[in-house]
């Protein structure tokens, strides 16, 4: 369902859930209360319950606000190169190092913010930094600067 309504406005995401996934949530939710007596404490299917039980108003948030995703795929795939990266980080030799590698990194993620190919900015900025005039150094900020 969740893939049928995604990039829809938030209204209509909201109507959509409202219509055919607050039932399904609602049983689920009746569900675990009817098996959580019958399972071990212990378990981690009874934990999970539990936690589910334990968050109910917050899991279903998302059926009266169309704004919220259902998942968090987006944030985590955004914050995986981060992830990756932090084995990566480990070896930067020194924390010099490290800041170095922490101004690249924010520089890329810059450019790409604004809409920009990284490895093309960095290619034109690096190709005429050196004999720009420093009073002018705010026409190669990522939002300023034009690629050809």
Excluded: C
Aim: proline residues 2%.
């Amino acid at each position: 369902m969740e893939s049928e309504i995604r990039g829809l406005d938030a209204s209509s995401r909201q109507a959509v859930r409202a219509t055919r996934s607050t039932i399904l949530v609602e049983d689920l939710f009746t569900s675990f209360r009817n098996v959580h007596g019958k399972l071990p404490r212990k378990s981690a299917t009874a934990r999970a319950i539990v936690y589910a039980l334990n968050n109910e108003k917050a899991l279903k948030r998302f059926l009266t606000d169309g704004k919220i995703e259902i998942d968090n795929n987006a944030a985590e795939r955004a914050l995986r190169s981060v992830a990756v990266g932090r084995k990566n980080w480990m070896f930067a030799g020194s924390d010099a190092g490290g800041h170095t590698a922490a101004n690249i990194y924010t520089i890329i993620e810059t450019a790409k913010l604004n809409g920009i190919n990284p490895w093309l900015y960095l290619y034109k900025v690096l190709s005429v930094m050196q004999d720009y005039n420093s009073q002018k150094m705010y026409e190669l900020l990522p939002w300023n600067i034009k690629l050809e």
